[in-house]
Nanobody, 127 residues
């Protein structure tokens, strides 16, 4: 019932930019608290790796390969997290997944607590 929906992926040339968005929601319920949200990515044959996270206190963490090029931000009121990706490289090609560590009330007024994942959005960097 907790949904994280990503958008903004696509095809971009090396050196280009993309902005990903992820909205967290609960069907017939509401999100009570978001402890952190973030982005991970996975390319074929590789393990899922950290891209960036942002906590409730706005503390950010970045993977080493994206530092200085990617920026994570959030809109707390909209339970939305963004990933601005600049100076994209072919090595950034992957499926990007949104992750949310949050507490929600479902349609039965039950607390739901945990880490949730979106379905992923493809980012392809190619000329």
């Amino acid at each position: 019932q907790v949904q994280l929906v990503e958008s903004g992926g696509g095809l971009v040339q090396p050196g280009g930019s993309l902005r990903l968005s992820c909205v967290a929601s609960v069907h017939a319920g509401k999100i009570i608290r978001v402890d952190s949200m973030g982005w991970y990515r996975q390319s074929p044959g590789a393990e899922r790796e950290l891209v960036a996270t942002i906590t409730n206190g706005a503390t950010t963490t970045y993977g080493d390969s994206v530092k200085g090029r990617f920026t994570i931000s959030r809109d707390t009121a909209r339970n939305t997290v963004y990933l601005q990706m600049n100076s994209l490289q072919r090595e950034d090609t992957a499926v990007y997944y949104c992750n949310g560590d949050l507490t929600a009330l479902n349609s039965r007024d039950e607390y739901v607590v945990g880490k949730f994942w979106g379905q992923g959005t493809q980012v392809t960097v190619s000329s």
